[in-house]
């Protein structure tokens, strides 16, 4: 089936530095991919879409100048969180549809996340 | 803003026995998902149910919809230890994005 790996899994990273997630959908190829963020016991919020070749589109209240999408490629996505605050850390997730079935009714395939933990 | 809300937001249950959570939205949807995680790991999908289907099967999951009422009930059978998670309900409103409930905790006690 699908499989989108994410990595890292884990990283901590002190207040000020930023730091990169990636994103492979490893058996398929995604011209979209999303970003969620979920923070512990809560749901997932999306984040922003990913587009390959263009602009990520950010949902309403997330700075797009602070989590940096860059979609260089159909499988893969990175989101840097830039000068990183306690604040942000959290639970990052990352999700793609496998673009063979098309995007209406196929499920989307996540990676396993990354905590992270800005000290 | 969620679109989705799970009732129960959490439910404990002896192994062997049913589990259902249910999920209502706001809006009209093209279709609904519901997705399992495991705590600490990503999403599985479970099961797509379009807006004009009423019930779909499978293996010990049934999940039903009501577009009138605006929600969906995901109904787990003969539970067993292994279901422990989180159950995610997420509306596909304009094919392309997901967006998801705010989650029952399910625990299964063996």
């Known amino acids: 089936g699908a499989v989108v790996s994410q990595h890292p899994s884990r990283v901590i990273c002190k207040s000020g530095t930023s730091v990169k997630i990636e994103c492979r959908s490893l058996d398929f190829q995604a011209t979209t991919m999303f970003w969620y963020r979920q923070f512990p016991k809560k749901s997932l919020m999306l984040m922003a879409t990913?587009?390959?070749?263009?602009?990520?589109?950010?949902e309403q209240g997330v700075e797009k100048d602070k989590f940096l999408i860059n979609h260089a490629s159909l499988t893969l996505s990175t989101l840097t969180v830039t000068s990183a605050h306690p604040e942000d850390s959290s639970f990052y997730i990352c999700?793609?549809?496998?673009?063979?079935?098309?995007?209406?009714?196929?499920?989307?395939?996540f990676g396993n996340g990354t905590r992270l933990t800005v000290t | 803003s969620q679109q989705g809300e799970e009732d129960p937001q959490a439910l404990s249950i002896q192994e062997g026995e049913n589990a259902t959570m249910n999920c209502s939205y706001k809006t009209s949807i093209n279709n609904l998902q519901w997705y399992r995680q495991n705590s600490g790991r990503g999403l599985v999908h479970l099961i797509l149910i379009r807006s004009n289907e009423r019930e779909k099967h499978s293996g010990r999951l049934r999940v039903t919809l009501d577009t009138s009422k605006k929600s969906s009930s995901l109904l787990i059978t003969a539970s067993r230890a292994a279901d422990t998670a989180s159950y995610f309900c997420?509306?596909?409103?304009?094919?392309?994005?997901?967006?998801f409930g705010g989650g029952t905790r399910v625990l299964v006690k063996p």
């Open positions: 997420a509306t596909d409103i304009a094919g392309n994005k997901l967006t």
């Open positions: 999700s793609a549809r496998d673009l063979a079935r098309g995007t209406g009714v196929s499920p989307l395939h």
């Open positions: 990913s587009n390959e070749g263009s602009k990520a589109t950010y």
